[in-house]
């Protein structure tokens, strides 16, 4: 396996090859550009949607089709924010999405292959730059480039995403070429190897670690959080989703979509396809399942694979040596020990936050999901398999 192939590198793991604020969209995103540099401002008005049914639709369809990958994924980026900001900027949410975005939206998530609103990939993987272009991805030299309302938090909680997707690229490059040094036989290689990304994972827990520096709980859950919910599974929709206007092929059907979620991050799925961490068969199983399909098409293609291919547990397993059998066991943990930091957070941020905005339950993810009973399943599952 080379992880080029999949559009990921080394350096930048799962990251946008290229950097947002490079990216020139054609004249005809005019308007949609003034509208998501101003979002927080249309926002703070309190009558946002008001402002974005003026916006006129571009007609994208033939563009999406034949548009280069960096201006389809940007107009993702912004497109993606303004549907979220027109659903849950206001005090409560409305049936359906205007044609004038749902048109578009709709266009070029089937260009990408993703769900028509905003994924995990439009958040964070391509929604940063460098302030210095000659200094690495680190988070002293990265900023957010769309926001919603804006402010230190939001950033924040995003940065510190972006940082571990940058460190993670060790873990993928190092997976492939544990891929084949499994097959080869390569008991020391593979050693390396593992003990190279068990210091990788030292790193992203301590970016992890850092994200009660400037992300407060309580900002965090009214400030940030409310915009990044999906339509599946969300009381404040009454008709069980949302229906989007001007798009026949959807039959004006309320479609139910699961909002974007730090689950949707290819990082610990690559993990079990790696170690071969197996899932038991339940509701659960089916929800990581799911939110599989809300992947960019190539890092799904990255995961299948690389489950399709490893025989890492069965060759560690059958080793003779204790080393390597310790050094496998030690990613495992690093593993887990990452989603049991995960659902400290979910709880702090999240399930101990009070509030009344439509469609921010503490008790439901914003995928959609009673996230503490999913969290400490994977969790105790993913803890369970050393071998």
Not at 161 to 180: K, P, Q, S, T
Not at 251 to 261: D, I, Y
Not at 279 to 301: G, I, M, N
Request: charged share 20%.
């Amino acid at each position: 396996m080379d992880i080029k192939e999949y559009g990921l590198s080394r350096e930048r793991g799962y990251l946008s090859h290229y950097e947002i604020d490079e990216v020139t969209l054609p004249s005809h995103f005019a308007g949609v550009k003034q509208a998501a540099g101003n979002l927080s401002g249309l926002i703070s008005s309190g009558r946002v949607r008001h402002w974005l049914n003026q916006l006129a639709d571009p007609v994208l369809e033939e563009w999406a089709v034949e548009a280069p990958d960096e201006e389809v994924r940007t107009a993702m980026v912004h497109y993606s924010f303004l549907v979220q900001a027109y659903v849950w900027g206001e005090a409560t949410p409305p049936p359906y999405l205007p044609a004038n975005l749902a048109r578009p939206m709709v266009a070029i998530s089937n260009r990408l292959g993703q769900a028509p609103l905003l994924p995990y990939s439009g958040y964070v993987l391509d929604n940063w730059a460098r302030l210095d272009k000659s200094a690495p991805v680190s988070l002293d030299n990265i900023y957010m480039y769309q926001n919603f309302a804006g402010g230190d938090d939001e950033n924040w909680f995003v940065l510190v995403h972006v940082a571990i997707e940058a460190e993670a690229g060790v873990l993928l490059d190092n997976a492939a070429r544990l891929v084949a040094a499994a097959q080869q036989g390569d008991e020391a290689e593979a050693e390396r190897l593992l003990v190279e990304m068990d210091q990788a994972w030292e790193r992203i827990y301590g970016h992890f670690a850092r994200m009660p520096e400037r992300c407060d709980p309580y900002i965090y859950f009214h400030r940030v959080r409310p915009y990044i919910h999906g339509w599946a599974n969300n009381p404040a929709l009454a008709g069980g989703g949302l229906i989007y206007e001007g798009v026949e092929k959807l039959g004006g059907k309320p479609q139910a979509l699961r909002g974007q979620t730090g689950s949707q991050s290819s990082i610990v799925p690559a993990m079990d396809a790696l170690f071969q961490v197996g899932h038991s068969e339940d509701p659960l199983k089916s929800f990581l399942d799911e939110l599989h399909h809300y992947r960019p098409v190539p890092h799904r293609r990255f995961i299948e694979d690389l489950a399709a291919q490893s025989n890492l547990r069965t060759f560690v397993s059958g080793s003779g040596s204790q080393s390597l059998k310790d050094a496998f066991n030690a990613c495992l943990e690093q593993s887990a020990r990452f989603r049991t930091r995960h659902l400290e957070y979910a709880a702090s941020y999240i399930n101990k936050q009070m509030g009344s905005i439509a469609g921010n339950d503490p008790d439901v993810g914003t995928g959609g999901t009673p996230f503490m009973k999913y969290l400490k399943k994977h969790r105790d599952e993913n803890a369970a398999q050393l071998v």
